[in-house]
């Protein structure tokens, strides 16, 4: 059985934090993309690989969001880090 | 030919041209365009222009470079207005530019940003025309300190926006001459001598089927939209990013809808008496 898929923070995407907007800019894509509170918390939980219910856990310790919806938030918005370079998937 | 001199506050152009070139470059540059004779030798200027009479039209070089031509002397005034846009550019070092109108309006600068056709032109037009100093049409460069640097200039204005104001509003702000066919230059009456503080952006969209409002636009959703109105940085493009994030953060952003300049005006004249609020 393959182990499940681990994510991380790409070391191309540096997080950017002025005032109250967070903000992530992409090196090699040379894109900036702007964070939502939720999405910027995730950005910081990827600071090592983690699997999603790894990630779920870790989420879960700073929201209220049962882990259902923390789990279901997590699978549609990783692929779409990982799309825009924001993220990398480890196998 | 006569000898004149572009002295913005920064940078400065030498001109060579005949006079009645020089006559149509100081209706774009009235605030600017200054004799050779009034200029302090010595002083350093970033390029100079020599235009020539040229068979039907004119001929203009810049420095040992090759010529352009231009058929009228609108259009060769409009060659030169053009590069020195581009030098402007091209020298701004770690300048912010951002494709925008500025004016100065009670000590802080509102930057009018947006896509071609969004109303910027109209809305910076309104606000000088409601008592306001002009700081820059077209490209507004804000320095390190998040200052936007004053670039005096008339504003091209089509006849039907002139046209159109004047039905509601009567003009006080300075003179208007024919540019082009559907185009006049319009000359703003007070013009901010030094760079003023960034206090305001505003996002101008106009519609003529929207419905008109004014409203604030949180600093994350709006600047991924104003980074869209800046020019590609010459320098590091993630000092760039977290340059904009800092102006973004600092300033008031608002959306303005609006279909006609009297609902525009009207918007602006409410927001401004309540000092943005």
Redesign the interface.
């Known amino acids: 059985m393959q182990p499940p898929p681990r994510y991380v923070r790409s070391p191309a995407a540096?997080l950017?934090r002025?005032?109250?907007?967070?903000?992530v800019?992409v090196?090699s894509q040379?894109a900036?993309h702007?964070l939502?509170t939720t999405a910027a918390l995730l950005f910081d939980c990827l600071e090592r690989p983690a699997s999603l219910t790894e990630l779920c856990a870790r989420l879960g310790e700073h929201t209220d969001a049962d882990p259902e919806t923390i789990r279901r938030d997590l699978a549609e918005v990783l692929p779409e880090f990982v799309r825009r370079g924001v993220v990398d998937r480890v196998e | 030919m006569k000898r004149a001199v572009l002295a913005f506050p920064s940078p400065r152009f030498r001109l060579e041209a005949p006079e009645e070139v020089l006559a149509e470059l100081g209706k774009v540059y009235p605030e600017s365009l200054r004799t050779a004779a009034s200029e302090s030798a010595g002083r350093p200027v970033r390029a100079t222009f020599r235009i020539e009479r040229h068979g039907a039209g004119y001929r203009l070089r810049e420095g040992d470079g090759g010529a352009r031509r231009g058929r009228t002397v609108g259009q060769v005034a409009r060659l030169v207005g053009l590069r020195v846009e581009e030098l402007l550019l091209e020298g701004r070092g770690e300048r912010v530019a951002m494709h925008a109108g500025a004016v100065a309006v009670d000590g802080g600068a509102c930057l009018v940003a947006g896509r071609p056709g969004a109303g910027k032109t109209a809305c910076t037009f309104q606000l000088v025309e409601m008592g306001y100093e002009f700081l820059a049409e077209e490209v507004a460069l804000i320095d390190a300190r998040g200052r936007v640097e004053p670039f005096p200039q008339a504003l091209a204005l089509s006849t039907g926006l002139l046209a159109e104001h004047d039905r509601w509003f009567r003009r006080r702000s300075g003179g208007v001459s024919p540019a082009a066919p559907g185009l006049v230059w319009y000359r703003p009456q007070r013009c901010a001598r030094r760079p003023v503080p960034l206090r305001t952006i505003l996002l101008p969209r106009f519609d003529r089927t929207a419905t008109a409002r004014l409203r604030r636009r949180p600093?994350?959703?709006a600047?991924?939209e104003v980074?869209g109105h800046c020019f590609a940085p010459v320098g590091d493009?993630?000092t760039h990013?977290?340059e904009v994030?800092?102006l973004?953060?600092?300033a008031r952003i608002f959306a303005l809808d609006y279909a006609d300049v009297r609902q525009a005006r009207a918007l602006l004249a409410e927001a401004l008496a309540r000092g943005w609020r």
């Not at chain 1, 002025?18 to 903000?23: I, K, L, Q």
């Open positions: 540096r950017k002025v005032g109250e907007t967070a903000a800019y090196r040379r900036l702007v939502n | 600093t994350g959703q600047l991924v980074l493009e993630e990013f977290e994030m800092r973004v953060d600092g």
